[in-house]
C-alpha cells in the first residue's frame, strides 16, 4: 500500500539554522512528491514538489530531492527565518478511484525563535 | 488565483443535530473536490470525492450516510454531518484537484465540536 511516514515535532529551531525534515514514503509505481505548508490559522499551501525519481523541487529556500533508492523526500533549507514557522507536511500522489489522490505524512510543526 | 473557502470556520452544536459545511473555489471550477478530516497530531485522511454533478465516492471505513457529500456547482460542494455525536469532533478540511501535477487547493478547514 501507500504511506507516508514524516519525523515527529515539534522541530524548534534559532533563527538562520540548518532545517531539515525527514520524509519516507512507500508506494506502488512512481508517485509524486509533495511538501505542503500550513500557516496558522490558513489552509495547506504547495509549497514543491518533483515527479520522478532525482528530481529536486525547490521554493523559497527550501528544497527536497526525489530519492527512489532511500525512498525519501527530505525538506531542506539552510537559514530558516522567523516566518517560516508553521506545520509542514509531507505528501505523495496516488492514482485511486479514477482520479489522483493525496495521502500525506503526520505534520511537523516547525517553530524558528528569533 | 486558486483561492478555496470553507465556512463556517468554527461551529459547535449540540449531538443529535446536523451542521452543514460549505466549500467554495472562488476564482475557478472545481470538477473534483475532497474532503478530509483531522484528528489533533494526525494526518490528514480522505473522507471522500466529490464530483460535480454525480455522487461522492466514499473511503473505506466512512459512512456515507453519516456524512453527505452534495457537489451541486462547479463552485460549491457541502459536507453535511447528520446526527452528530462527539466522535464526530474533529478538524474537516476540504481542497480542489488535482491539478495537473496532482497537486491540490486546499481550504482553510472548519473546526467542529459537538457537545
Avoid at chain 1, 3 to 12: C, D, F, I, K, L
Avoid at chain 1, 33 to 42: A, D, K, R, T
Avoid at chain 1, 56 to 82: C, D, I, M, P
Wanted: with cysteine; aromatic share 12%; charged share 15%.
Amino acid at each position: 500500500g501507500n504511506s507516508v511516514t514524516q519525523m515527529e515535532g515539534p522541530v524548534t529551531l534559532s533563527e538562520e539554522a540548518f532545517l531539515t525534515i525527514n520524509c519516507t514514503y512507500t508506494a506502488t509505481g512512481y508517485p509524486s512528491l509533495f511538501w505542503y505548508v500550513q500557516y496558522p490559522g490558513e489552509g495547506l499551501q504547495l509549497l514543491l514538489k518533483a515527479t520522478k525519481a532525482d528530481d529536486k523541487g525547490s521554493n523559497k529556500g527550501f528544497e527536497a530531492t526525489y530519492r527512489k533508492e532511500t525512498t525519501s523526500f527530505h525538506l531542506e533549507k539552510g537559514s530558516v527565518q522567523v516566518s517560516d514557522s508553521a506545520v509542514y507536511f509531507c505528501a505523495l500522489s496516488y492514482y485511486g478511484g479514477a482520479t489522483n489522490k493525496l495521502i500525506f505524512g503526520t505534520g511537523t510543526l516547525l517553530a524558528v525563535q528569533p | 488565483g486558486a483561492v478555496v473557502s470553507q465556512h463556517p470556520s468554527w461551529v459547535i452544536c449540540k449531538s443529535g443535530t446536523s451542521v452543514k459545511i460549505e466549500c467554495r473555489s472562488l476564482d475557478f471550477q472545481a470538477t473534483t473536490m475532497f474532503w478530509y478530516r483531522q484528528f489533533p497530531k494526525q494526518s490528514l485522511m480522505l473522507m471522500a470525492t466529490s464530483n460535480e454533478g454525480s455522487k461522492a465516492t466514499y473511503e473505506q471505513g466512512v459512512e456515507k450516510d453519516k456524512f453527505l457529500i452534495n457537489h451541486a456547482s462547479l463552485t460549491l460542494s457541502t459536507l453535511t454531518v447528520t446526527s452528530a455525536h462527539p466522535e464526530d469532533s474533529s478538524f474537516y478540511i476540504c481542497s480542489a484537484g488535482p491539478t495537473r501535477d496532482s497537486s491540490q487547493y486546499f481550504g482553510p478547514g472548519t473546526r467542529l465540536l459537538v457537545l
